[in-house]
């Protein structure tokens, strides 16, 4: 009964700090729960659909068959491989509005009977029936093109098919979900159209012969018989070994390759926001930490008084840590419920990135669990920041003696006559380091938070420069590749006419295998182009170089030998380098031109002449000129994927999350932190009062001291940022296949995070101390 | 004919108490001279106390007027009262209430800083003068915690002293102190009105009382009567004790 009444009585007394605490754990859990839905939910669903949609253990995306059964049955007749179902196809490029896509599109022939795509709600928020067929002219398609290429519905997407301009055009009818090259991250693009169209564009290929374009093909879903007897890479190379499937396969992708390609933004923005959610934690247990400590000095007294009559040390502890739970558990619960329309809000919103709807429904066990254990470890945390209350001596805590009297020591920090609110603020600040400790590490933890996204933004550029540098084997302003006999002086004269070609090369990306697994050989006429991060670039045509990737794959070191098999032949190369490249998830080599040709067949065609511009800025003026002049004959590429727009404009959306975030947090803990400093500071304010101090200065001195901390904080978060986020999110970068990342911020990114954090601390004190006008000078008096 | 310093008329004061309102100060006029050690006394819960910091200010009242040199400071702006505070008022309190984490010193120069009634330079020397004066000068550097009581509340004076203030309110400043300090704070009080400096000063002690020229009785609120005596000289201390004594008796103190 007692103990009831006294953790009544506190948890009145303390109701500010509880609901601070409420707000904290609430966000934090929010966050938290968010995340984890979204990246457990995200993974499951793709696998799942994966599964569900038949991509099989691997997929091959074949061409120069007419008919690719043959090549089915000789896959399926490997007794590791259960079965092969087909999926026919045609490859062409295609634009929309006048914008070239930068990869292949693949029309695929929809079957309604085969149940294999799930379609989308014209506003894209959720599901709809599929249709029972799709009519002459209609085609469906990823609602990543929506950030890829601005599509809308009722847009035209046109197809070249052949030469003289035999192209195909669609009106987008609708969208649906693609699990194998859905996501913005992937290139390669999907579309459905019905039978009618499909059997047409087939009759304009054959008939085409040399002047055909586009491509027929088809997708090889092979199922191993036992999956787990090998590993997808061994599958990979006993069929090529075996068969004759590398001689028609463009590319192989495992269901687990996929899958990444698939969840890399998920992955990365979830490892983001997941050190993020860390590090609001870590907010919630400083602040947490603060309120406890600085609770018990106000409280003194009280449990002094508490204890004379009975109270143990035990059971005030035991009311402290209940009275904290409340705010603790309430915020939990609130989190948890918030978890499930966040995470619809997440899923619309991340739809035209990530091409899947991500289900909302709520991991409980794995949320359950984080939030069991994030329970456990901030109750062991009260436990802990409460043991002063067992130590409390009633007489001594009557007395009103508590330990600190008489040990201060003068601080050296003067009081300028000409500055005295600053010397008064650095005054209270020195005498009084640990109540300010709480919120200089909070300034640290989300300086350091934002200052990293910010590296990261700054690494991307606002046209997403860094991410293309570590795609592309070699920079380039833009790249052009012709079909058929378009003489290149022409276009090079085109170009001209517009600004100077300061240096060009030739790249192509040719499909080989290294020691029998599959990959994409990155070929240039000049190797020295190469981002090389280790060794040397392979110069001598008995050379090749690796990503670490495949090194690591492969087990390979510089100096090793491996064997490279090409469409004409095969041979030994030694690896003289390692380089960065991030395509496929790092799985690719590179080579140069003579030693490509050592086991790949030329043509004029295959290469892209990649070109460097006195001025950049005619890119997009040549790029559209090329287009109308030349149509289907020519493919023009920027140093620039469309992929790109989801990530960036995803980044922005982070950032805008983070700052919000942070402003809520410091504001939480300025204005817990700065009422504590308030109440404990009554009676000095009051003395100022008297002595003639305006309401304004001494708010401004209280702000001041929040202005200092926060100074203090954001120099040793950019401090911990500039030496951890390299090596930090090197490590999370190698996870999607980028191993270049080196943040050179510029210095308005270093300064932002910086400035923002110190200009929130500050004005959220001096609105804090606002509350300073109603401490009356009469506190002073003593009748 | 002496110059009004400061002047309360009609000064009502309540307090809200249980759902209701309780009546400290009811009609109050009262005058204060220039060069006078004026003394409220008066019962505990008598009111002398909220008259005084009615009468500075420190504290609004309910109704009434309050004039210091024909302004009326009763209407002032929460500016206009800092600013009154920092250069025509100093104030002494019973708990000294100096400044926790500022030296003696600091706490003297931070009143004179905020006067803003000379330069840093000079405020720093009247503060080490004052210091001196107040026989602090060797506490100068201590926090008060670190201090004896007499010591803080000289240099609470010092303080009070630092802007040249044209009135100095004193309350109870010898309830929290032993006889030798506080006999050394009325003394340094008697000194500073000996050279023209306007007190108005409350207490409750006989002794201390003796100290102004004028004593006024509060009861219930309300001012009863009022002694009138000569500039205090320390050979006429017991004589002035018994007439004040026998003043407060005909007024069943």
Redesign the interface.
């Known amino acids: 009964m007692g103990n009831k009444a006294i953790f009544k009585a506190n948890s009145k007394r303390h109701r500010g700090a509880l609901i601070g605490i409420f707000i904290l754990v609430f966000l934090a859990c929010a966050a938290l729960g968010t995340v984890l839905t979204v990246w457990i939910n995200s993974g499951r669903y793709v696998h799942g659909e994966l599964m569900r949609a038949g991509f099989g253990s691997l997929t091959a995306w074949i061409s120069g068959l007419t008919d690719a059964r043959p090549l089915a049955n000789e896959v399926k007749n490997l007794p590791e491989v259960s079965s092969v179902e087909i999926q026919n196809l045609i490859f062409s490029n295609y634009a929309v509005d006048g914008q070239e896509s930068d990869s292949e599109g693949q029309l695929i022939l929809y079957h309604s009977e085969e149940s294999r795509y799930r379609f989308f709600t014209d506003d894209l928020h959720g599901y709809q029936e599929q249709p029972a067929a799709i009519s002459s002219g209609e085609i469906y398609v990823s609602p990543s093109l929506v950030s890829m290429m601005g599509l809308t519905l009722g847009d035209e997407i046109r197809f070249p098919i052949a030469r003289s301009g035999r192209d195909k055009v669609f009106t987008v009818t609708g969208f649906y979900e693609d699990p194998f090259m859905g996501s913005s991250m992937i290139g390669m693009k999907s579309f459905l159209i019905g039978e009618d169209d499909y059997r047409e564009i087939c009759q304009i290929i054959q008939t085409s012969g040399i002047d055909a374009l586009a491509r027929e093909g088809a997708m090889l879903h092979i199922f191993a018989a036992d999956p787990d007897a090998m590993t997808s890479s061994e599958l990979n190379q006993l069929i090529n070994e075996n068969t004759s499937l590398s001689s028609y396969a463009e590319f192989i992708h495992s269901e687990d390759a996929i899958a990444g390609f698939m969840l890399i933004l998920q992955n990365a923005f979830a490892a983001m926001l997941m050190a993020f959610v860390a590090a609001l934690l870590f907010v919630v247990v400083i602040v947490l930490g603060h309120s406890i400590s600085s609770g018990i000095e106000a409280d003194y007294g009280n449990m002094g008084m508490l204890k004379t009559v009975g109270f143990t040390g035990g059971q005030l502890r035991g009311i402290w840590l209940v009275q904290y739970l409340t705010g603790i558990l309430g915020g939990m619960a609130a989190g948890l419920a918030a978890v499930i329309p966040l995470s619809r809000l997440t899923s619309n919103a991340t739809l035209t990135t990530t091409g899947i709807y991500i289900p909302a429904d709520l991991p409980i066990g794995w949320c359950l669990l984080a939030f069991g254990i994030l329970l456990g470890l901030l109750m062991g945390f009260i436990r802990l920041k409460t043991r002063p209350i067992r130590d409390i001596a009633p007489m001594k805590a009557i007395r009103g003696d508590i330990g600190a009297a008489g040990k201060t020591k003068v601080s050296r920090t003067p009081i300028w006559g000409n500055h005295l609110q600053l010397g008064i603020a650095l005054r209270q600040l020195t005498m009084g380091k640990r109540r300010y400790s709480g919120a200089c590490m909070v300034a640290v933890l989300l300086v350091f938070i934002a200052s990293m996204i910010g590296r990261m933004d700054s690494w991307l550029e606002s046209d997403g420069k860094g991410m293309m540098d570590a795609f592309n084997p070699a920079d380039h302003d833009i790249g052009v590749q012709v079909f058929g006999e378009l003489p290149m002086e022409e276009v090079e004269d085109a170009i001209r006419s517009y600004t100077d070609i300061t240096d060009d090369y030739l790249l192509v990306m040719q499909g080989v295998a290294v020691n029998g697994m599959d990959y994409t050989a990155n070929v240039i006429t000049e190797p020295e182009r190469f981002h090389i991060l280790e060794g040397q670039t392979c110069l001598e045509d008995d050379e090749i170089v690796l990503t670490e990737f495949v090194a690591a794959n492969l087990g390979i070191q510089i100096g090793d030998s491996v064997t490279v098999t090409g469409d004409s032949g095969s041979t030994e190369y030694i690896v003289s380098g390692i380089y960065s490249c991030a395509n496929d998830m790092g799985d690719n080599v590179g080579m140069s031109r003579e030693g490509y040709l050592k086991i790949g067949q030329d043509a004029p065609q295959l290469w892209c002449h990649h070109y460097f511009l006195e001025d950049e800025a005619q890119k997009a003026a040549i790029t559209m000129a090329l287009e109308n002049a030349y149509g289907g004959d020519i493919h023009i590429h920027e140093n620039t994927w469309p992929g790109l727009f989801g990530i960036i404009s995803a980044m922005q959306a982070l950032i805008v999350f983070l700052y919000v975030m942070v402003a809520v947090f410091i504001l939480v803990v300025t204005v817990l932190t700065g009422s504590k400093l308030l109440a404990a500071e009554q009676r000095d304010l009051g003395i100022y009062k008297a002595l003639g101090f305006t309401n304004r200065q001494l708010m401004t001195s209280f702000a001041m001291r929040f202005g200092i901390i926060a100074l203090l904080g954001s120099a040793m978060g950019s401090v911990l940022s500039a030496v951890l986020t390299d090596p930090i999110v090197s490590a999370a970068m190698k996870l999607a296949g980028i191993s270049n990342f080196a943040s050179e911020p510029s210095v308005g990114s270093i300064l932002l995070p910086v400035i923002t954090v110190i200009l929130l601390f500050t004005s959220f004190a001096f609105l804090t101390a606002g509350r300073l006008k109603n401490i009356d000078v009469t506190i002073l008096i003593s009748e | 004919m002496r110059e009004i310093l400061l002047k309360g008329t009609n000064i009502c004061k309540t307090f809200p108490k249980n759902g209701g309102e309780t009546q400290i100060l009811q009609s109050v006029n009262v005058e204060i001279y220039q060069g006078d050690f004026a003394i409220i006394m008066g019962a505990s819960?008598a009111g002398?106390?909220?008259l005084l910091?009615a009468l500075s200010g420190?504290?609004s009242i309910t109704d009434g007027e309050i004039t210091y040199k024909d302004q009326k400071i009763s209407s002032f702006s929460?500016?206009q009262m800092?600013?009154?505070?920092?250069?025509e008022f100093g104030?002494v309190?019973?708990?000294t209430?100096?400044?926790?984490?500022?030296?003696l010193f600091?706490n003297v120069?931070?009143?004179?800083?905020?006067?803003k009634t000379a330069?840093?330079?000079e405020?720093?020397e009247r503060a080490s003068r004052l210091l001196r004066q107040m026989h602090a000068e060797k506490a100068a550097?201590?926090?008060p915690?670190?201090v004896s009581g007499g010591e803080a509340q000289r240099a609470a004076i010092a303080?009070a002293m630092i802007?040249n203030p044209g009135l100095l309110f004193a309350?109870?400043p010898t309830g929290a102190l032993n006889k030798t300090n506080s006999e050394e704070v009325l003394n340094l009080l008697s000194d500073l009105n000996r050279n023209g400096q306007s007190i108005l000063m409350v207490t409750h002690d006989a002794k201390a009382a003796i100290r102004g020229n004028r004593i006024l009785y509060l009861e219930d609120g309300q001012l009863l009567d009022e002694l009138t005596l000569p500039i205090f000289q320390e050979s006429e201390a017991r004589q002035r004790e018994e007439t004040v004594t026998a003043w407060l008796s005909s007024l069943r103190w």
């Open positions: 819960g002398k106390s909220t910091y420190m504290d929460e500016k800092a600013a009154l505070r920092a250069k104030f309190f019973q708990q209430h100096l400044v926790s984490n500022l030296t600091e120069a931070v009143a004179g800083y905020v006067s330069s840093p330079k405020i720093q550097g201590r926090l915690s670190q303080r802007g309350d109870e």
